[in-house]
């Protein structure tokens, strides 16, 4: 057993989620991060397509309807709104972090299009904005003195006292247990020890680790939820999975790559055994999903394929960079002019630790952010480019009600708001 350490708030994960949350708890505060893999192996490093924000007043009702849509009117409309409200201050932050969005000709912000949403309002950076936001949001946690930083360190269990939560019991992780490689073996992995907190924060991502073809790493594999669960915590709609239509087919074992949404979004389109299209490819993920697996069960085939023919070569360079080098250097194929196998793959989970609108859990001193929680925002089926932005405003309201105790309040509806956020950004 190594020795036992103690702080103010513990988080546990090192995604948005878990880096954002240690941003906005005051300096004051005594942080300890855990992270179950190496730093970078985190499900917000992957994420390709973008984030979506309010770009102004006018589409708040088509984002809400949008995001009820996808998730089959049975979001918690609370959420909804809470998010949409919140994104703007959201995105100005990132960008005062440093975050390189895509910019138009004007010096604003670029915005894509995904499937199901009526009209563009992704931020982005080229196909690897999970990257450039985390990166930059981990930098900035690097820089904090009040910060520290456990890499290869798992939680096991929850420290419980009383009905309340006071840290967690975790354990030093062999490098051959995460998915990269590392070159040396962790002589003490495998020792517990225990991290005392006044608070706890779980920030530990998605369940894809638990399926045989997933988007996601390896490592994620629904820790906190089922620790949560045997710790008597509430939580919701564990059958909620999100499959993703379009995982690039063929690869060996492994993580899937994914062939982000925002590829049909920009015009790529999906063709049968034939070559011939056979459904729209913009609409709610399950939906696609769902119409490329009868497609498949019609044809006899174990994937689609995915054409690019309609996209301008200019965009296929200038924002499907890493997309394109993938493929060539897996299948040997070139977006540019070839189709390229796709299959639907698990990709995101809706449900998770039951938390109200500032991540409070149903047991005190524990909150829940990100993937790992269920806060109801995206129902049945997650909009696409909703995750990464949920995450953030969660993690934001969790560390707010930490600090204060209260709620934080929601940025008042107003046209004038939401041009102030962005006019220093620009
Ligand atoms: C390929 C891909 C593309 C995506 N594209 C988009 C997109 O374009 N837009 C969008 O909005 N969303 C996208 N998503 C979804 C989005 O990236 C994730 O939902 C989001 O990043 C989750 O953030 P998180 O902080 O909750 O979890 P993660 O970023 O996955 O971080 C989880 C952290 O928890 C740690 N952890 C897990 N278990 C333990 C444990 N037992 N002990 C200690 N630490 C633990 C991990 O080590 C990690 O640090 C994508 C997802 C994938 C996989």
């Known amino acids: 057993m190594h020795e036992d350490l103690g702080c103010d708030v513990l988080i546990v994960g090192c995604g948005v989620a878990g880096l954002y949350a240690a941003l906005n708890l005051p300096r004051t505060c005594a942080i300890t991060m855990l992270s179950k893999g190496a730093l970078e192996e985190c499900d917000s490093m992957l994420a390709q397509g973008g984030i979506c924000v309010l770009p102004d007043d006018a589409d708040y009702d088509a984002f809400f309807e949008d995001t009820m849509r996808a998730g089959h009117y049975e979001n918690r409309r609370e959420s909804v709104e809470i998010m949409i409200r919140s994104s703007p201050a959201i995105i100005a932050d990132l960008v005062r972090l440093g975050v390189a969005f895509e910019r138009d000709e004007s010096g604003g912000l670029a915005f894509t299009r995904e499937g199901a949403h009526s009209r563009p309002r992704i931020c982005y950076h080229a196909d690897t904005t999970g990257k450039e936001i985390t990166t930059r949001l981990l930098d900035a946690v690097r820089a904090l003195p009040n910060v520290r930083i ?4 798992a939680m096991v269990d929850l420290l419980v006292a009383g009905g309340r939560c006071g840290g967690a019991l975790v354990r030093l992780v062999a490098p051959e247990e995460s998915t990269r490689t590392a070159p040396e073996l962790r002589e003490d992995a495998g020792a517990c020890f225990r991290v005392r907190a006044l608070r706890t924060i779980l920030a530990c991502g998605g369940i894809g680790g638990l399926y045989d073809r997933s988007t996601n790493y390896p490592q994620l594999t629904g820790d906190a939820c089922m620790i949560a669960a045997e710790r008597g915590v509430a939580l919701e ?101 070839d189709p390229i196998p796709v299959v639907p793959t698990q990709h995101y989970f809706m449900g998770g630790i039951s938390v109200d609108a500032d991540g409070a859990t149903s047991m005190p001193g524990l909150f829940a952010a990100g993937e790992t929680a269920c806060n109801g925002v995206h129902g049945r089926n997650r909009l696409a480019s909703n995750s990464l932005l949920e995450s953030l405003v969660w993690a934001r309201r969790a560390a707010w009600r930490i600090s204060t105790g209260a709620s934080l309040p929601l940025p008042l509806p107003s046209g004038n708001h939401v041009e102030q956020e962005f006019a220093w950004t620009r």
Do not use: K, W
Request: with cysteine.
């Open 150 to 153: 456990l890499e290869r360190v």
């Open 237 to 337: 709609h564990l059958d909620y999975v999100q499959i993703h239509p379009t995982g690039l087919y063929g690869e060996g074992p492994g993580r899937t790559f994914l062939i982000s949404e925002s590829c049909r979004g920009e015009g790529a389109i999906l063709l049968n055994r034939a070559g011939e299209r056979f459904t729209d490819e913009l609409q709610p993920r399950d939906v696609v999903a769902a119409a490329i697996r009868e497609q498949m069960r019609i044809d006899g085939t174990d994937h689609v394929s995915l054409s690019f023919e309609r996209v301008a070569s200019e965009v296929i360079l200038s924002h499907f960079g890493t997309i394109r080098a993938h493929c060539l250097e897996a299948l040997g194929l070139d977006i540019l002019h």
